[in-house]
């Protein structure tokens, strides 16, 4: 069972992916609403997956996503994220991120992308 850590500033939005997740038998070991946030729980959790918001306080997911690959270059990050430019896209991507997905998304997207990890 693969653990995921949910990263996003929206509680619904964690939410709402935390039982998309859990119908799909991954374990939700932890939840962050900021960067900085998830930064320590990374460190402490482990996960195998982290999705990862852009738009959030203290620090913002790009900023996240560099420290985390920086912690440990094999990370697993999916953004997930309405920032779904070209430019945060290619950013992200860039990185390290696995993936990203474009809010608002569909359970058939995220088990897409959350499958092929």
Do not use: C, W
Not at 15 to 31: D, F, H, I
Request: hydrophobic share 45%; proline share 3%; net charge neutral.
């Amino acid at each position: 069972m693969k653990k995921i850590l949910i990263v996003d500033d929206a509680m619904f939005m964690r939410s709402t992916l935390k039982m998309m997740l859990r119908k799909e038998n991954y374990e939700v070991v932890g939840e962050a609403q900021n960067g900085l946030e998830a930064i320590e729980k990374f460190k402490t959790l482990k996960p195998d997956i982290v999705t990862l918001d852009i738009h959030m306080p203290e620090m913002g997911g790009i900023d996240t996503l560099e420290m985390i690959m920086k912690l440990d270059s094999n990370a697993k990050v999916v953004m997930i994220s309405a920032a779904g430019d070209q430019k945060h896209v290619l950013d992200a991507l860039k990185l390290g991120a696995t993936n990203f997905i474009i809010k608002p998304f569909s359970e058939d997207k995220v088990f897409q992308v959350m499958n092929k990890i």
